[in-house]
């Protein structure tokens, strides 16, 4: 379950701080994911060198975050985050400490960690240090904080994410003390910066059961003090047809493939619309790409529907399909297929023959419409901008680009030939009709 190399390389490191006298353990979500039989990302090792003795003991590393004792170790291509044993001091407002302090012993650094699952530390050999019982609750889906769970979530309010992110992402169930410490603690989440909540929350709607996710979240009445917007419809529970098919379709896209696939359904799932997605998702602090693509997806969704019913639901809609992809590109077209093949399975799980049939349909439809575009880009059309200039005897301005958008539209779906002097003949036409002189 750890890559062979990674497993080497930690087990060098560890070798290497032992031999300088050192105690040095693999800890945290490595040792839990290997208990739980997941594939390792990383490993985290924690060790009694201080920061200093860890620089001058390896080769190549990068001081990532001296502050909190942290330094990176690089072992051939693999990276090993090597923190000294510590506990965290003075929390100020509900989250980070903003001091930490070395300690001499793994107990102390086990005690500072948030849920006993994360709490347990391994040697080389294999052997489990687990003075909280993280093993039997990982055995037994269980979710405890270490220690008392008020006094944890005090401390660092994040906490309550990351219990709700664990719970959901492992299928894990939170003992009721910490339950009812989290719903009495909730609202001091708003001493929580946003990007941190963020990153909690995007594990957990990208992990393999975000209804649940969002469900816990729900109930657990943080969402009002959440430092950023919440939709006013993601604070009550969701209800509507056409949410429910949005939710139900949004546990079934794969995530890693497609984030914003995922995001483009919830939005929509809680009524936020293509207009307002990608502003809430800066607010939110999700990365700039992230957001816009997010946005295009739903408008691409809310135009198409708007076409179809415009053209009274029914018929090939080939021009509708024409317009789509050349607004938003292909690209994103194909992300909207994925989405509409995805709502498709989840719609019709019970009746497979009607799946397979609107599934074929819809292959026929999409190789119909790749084949019948003649043309995607401005750079396809057998004539260009200064062509229409030159015989026009016009200035250019924003007409000419709109004039191209125009022809573009027609070459594509199929009412004009891409032909330099039909095209030429046809700016004229539309420049007449549209009287922009
Ligand atoms: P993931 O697989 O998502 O990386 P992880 O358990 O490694 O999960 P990290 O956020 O990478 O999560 O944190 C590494 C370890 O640091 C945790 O396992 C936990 O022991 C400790 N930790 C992280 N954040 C906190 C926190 N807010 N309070 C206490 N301990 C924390
Ligand atoms: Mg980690």
Redesign the pocket.
């Known amino acids: 379950l750890v890559p062979p190399l990674m497993q080497r390389q930690g087990e060098y490191v560890l070798k290497r701080l032992q031999e300088h006298g050192h105690q040095a353990y693999f800890?945290?979500?490595?040792v839990?994911?290997e208990i739980m039989g997941r594939p390792v990302?990383?490993m985290?090792i924690a060790t009694s060198a201080r920061p200093e003795q860890v620089i001058d003991m390896f080769e190549h590393t990068v001081p990532t975050g001296l502050q909190h004792g942290t330094v990176t170790v690089v072992a051939e291509r693999e990276m090993f985050e090597v923190t000294t044993f510590r506990k965290?001091a003075d929390y100020e407002d509900h989250r980070h400490p903003t001091r930490v302090e070395f300690v001499d012993g793994l107990l102390e650094d086990?005690r500072?960690?948030?849920?006993t699952?994360?709490?347990i530390a391994g040697d080389a050999g294999g052997n489990l240090i687990d003075p909280f019982d993280g093993k039997r609750d990982i055995e037994a889906r269980i979710l405890r904080c270490?220690g008392n769970a008020d006094e944890?979530f005090d401390?660092?309010a994040?906490?309550m994410m990351?219990a709700i992110?664990?719970a959901s992402?492992f299928g894990f169930r939170p003992v009721k003390s910490l339950w009812k410490a989290l719903k009495f603690s909730r609202s001091k989440i708003s001493f929580i910066a946003i990007e941190r909540i963020r990153?909690e929350f995007e594990?957990m709607l990208l992990g393999p059961d975000p209804l649940r996710g969002l469900a816990l979240l729900q109930r657990s009445g943080l969402l009002p003090y959440i430092k950023a917007p919440v939709p006013s419809a993601a604070l009550r529970p969701l209800a509507g047809e056409a949410a429910l098919t949005a939710m139900r379709t949004l546990a079934a896209v794969p995530p890693e493939e497609f984030p914003e696939l995922r995001y483009a359904l919830l939005l929509q799932g809680i009524g936020v619309g293509g207009d307002e997605a990608a502003d809430l998702m800066k607010r939110w602090t999700f990365p700039n790409a992230i957001a816009q693509r997010t946005a295009d997806l739903i408008r691409f969704d809310e135009l198409w529907k708007n076409r179809r019913a415009e053209a009274g639901g029914s018929g090939p809609l080939r021009k509708q399909w024409v317009e789509l992809q050349l607004r938003f590109g292909k690209q994103m077209a194909a992300l909207w297929l994925k989405r509409e093949r995805t709502r498709l399975a989840v719609e019709f799980t019970e009746d497979p023959d009607k799946l397979q049939a609107e599934l074929e349909l819809m292959k026929q439809s999409e190789a119909r419409w790749h084949e019948e575009v003649p043309v995607h880009t401005l750079k396809e059309l057998a004539i260009r901008g200064e062509d229409v200039i030159r015989s026009m005897g016009r200035k250019g301005g924003p007409w000419l680009g709109m004039l191209m958008g125009r022809l573009l539209f027609l070459v594509a779906s199929g009412e004009l030939a891409n032909e330099r002097e039909i095209l030429l003949e046809q700016a004229k036409v539309v420049v007449n009709e549209d009287g922009t002189s």
């Open positions: 800890v945290g979500g490595c839990r994911d990302h990383d985290d965290e086990l500072r960690r948030d849920f699952m994360n709490a270490v944890r401390e660092d994040l906490r990351r992110r664990f992402v990153v594990k």
